[in-house]
């Protein structure tokens, strides 16, 4: 994943190290308006995310489309 971003400098991305951070990593990309979140982590990561997308309000009715890539294996 690191070296599509790489490649790609225009794809916006936040990447975590740990879960206390994803509520305002989902904040800022709420802020920045994205339609589609792609999480690469484990499944502990994907509940995560998912919980913070559907409970913080961030993104109010407006939740992004998402997609879980191969489990990085850390949050």
């Known amino acids: 994943?690191?070296?599509?971003?790489r490649i790609h400098p225009d794809v916006l991305?936040?990447?975590t190290d740990?879960?206390?951070v994803i509520p305002e990593a989902?904040?800022?990309?709420?802020?920045?308006?994205?339609?589609?979140?792609v999480v690469n982590g484990g499944g502990r990561t994907l509940q995560q995310?998912?919980?913070?997308?559907l409970g913080s309000g961030a993104f109010g009715d407006q939740i992004p489309s998402?997609?879980?890539c191969a489990p990085g294996g850390r949050i």
């Open 1 to 5: 994943m690191l070296g599509f971003l």
């Open 13 to 15: 991305h936040v990447e």
């Open 18 to 20: 740990n879960a206390g």
């Open 26 to 37: 989902l904040a800022e990309l709420a802020r920045q308006e994205v339609d589609l979140l």
């Open 49 to 53: 995310v998912l919980t913070g997308l």
């Open 66 to 68: 998402w997609h879980r």
